[in-house]
């Protein structure tokens, strides 16, 4: 299944309308600031749909969740008042439980497994999900990274965690793993974590090196440990109104320049996922712990898939897409 199949889906559960050939500038919102990958890629994005239309399709973007949080974006692309946005996967989850497997601790090991991962058929179905569950058509993936933990006091077990107050992006699957390590989590949305971090509101943040890079976080944070311990995924959305209301010729072209911008990324963030870490290794007073993988947390895999498997069958079914790789 790929995102030209979704047209079916959109027009079952009654968001077809008569496709009207028109110029249109699509407004598409985003949380992250306009130096981050996204944004990056939206902006040429909005170069390619120029191109290929022939000028009749533009794309004007609203970073820094100019628009409101993740939340409020997915409710106005149900209702149709954005066209597009690209949202963390961790927010779609909120309406979609499936898509959580991809937020399974310690999924993958490196981000070429993660792009992998999100370039699979079991991914690709988890979208299938999307126009019932949001009134949305997700169109392709792409990522911020793998999330590491940064914190203000230095950790060397496990123990050390216990308690602490850590930011983490609102989506149950996420709160899961922190609670089951004995966290507080205090989820909010991107934008308000430099300050919560700066005025003490938050002890620790799970954050991609992307992020950690663009904020500064280890400002108020120093000390760093590198678990990859969930990859951070991103679905490029369109309202399905707005969907339904182009013709087949029209979503063929959108979401083709959509799909070459969400492998862009993935690719980019492939490439540089290594020398993010090496810029953060230089970056005065980090103080980085490297190579924290589960067993640092216990039985903790074990425990979140039992959870999780309860909700959702793709846990089961990407842990076993993982080991055949
Ligand atoms: C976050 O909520 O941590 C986040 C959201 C989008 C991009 C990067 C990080």
């Known amino acids: 299944m790929n995102w030209k199949t979704l047209v079916a889906a959109v027009a079952g559960v009654g968001f077809a309308l008569p496709a009207v050939a028109q110029d249109r500038e699509f407004r598409l919102g985003l949380i992250t600031p306009p130096v981050h990958v996204w944004n990056q890629e939206v902006a040429a994005l909005n170069d390619t749909l120029q191109e290929v239309s022939d000028g009749r399709f533009s794309v004007v973007a609203f970073p820094s969740g100019q628009l409101g949080n993740e939340a409020t974006m997915l409710q106005q692309l149900q209702t149709g008042a954005l066209d597009m946005a690209w949202l963390t996967t961790a927010e779609v989850t909120t309406r979609v439980p499936n898509m959580a497997a991809l937020h399974a601790p310690f999924l993958v090991d490196n981000i070429a497994d993660a792009a992998a991962v999100l370039r699979s058929e079991p991914a690709r179905e ?117 969907w339904g209301g182009m013709s087949e010729e029209d979503r063929t072209l959108i979401g083709d320049a959509i799909q070459l911008h969400c ?63």
């Open 126 to 242: 988890i979208l299938e999900d999307l126009p019932r569950a949001t009134g949305t058509v997700g169109v392709c993936y792409a990522m911020t990274g793998m999330r590491q933990l940064m914190t203000r006091q230095p950790v060397s077990s496990a123990a050390d965690l216990s308690g602490m107050r850590f930011r983490i992006t609102p989506a149950p699957a996420i709160r899961t793993f922190f609670e089951m390590f004995g966290a507080a989590p205090a989820p909010m949305p991107l934008t308000q974590v430099y300050d919560a971090l700066a005025n003490g509101q938050i002890d620790a943040i799970d954050m991609d090196f992307e992020s950690i890079i663009n904020f500064r976080y280890y400002e108020h944070a120093p000390n760093m440990m590198v678990t990859n311990h969930h990859m951070f995924g991103m679905v490029a959305l369109v309202s399905a109104r707005v």
């Open 263 to 325: 492998d862009r990324t993935i690719d980019r963030f492939v490439d540089e996922e290594a020398g993010k870490l090496e810029r953060l290794r230089e970056a005065a007073g980090i103080n980085i712990t490297d190579d924290v993988g589960p067993e640092f947390f216990g039985d903790i895999v074990e425990r979140w898939d039992a959870h999780w498997a309860e909700q959702t069958p793709y846990v089961a079914r990407l842990r076993e897409l993982v080991a055949g790789f």
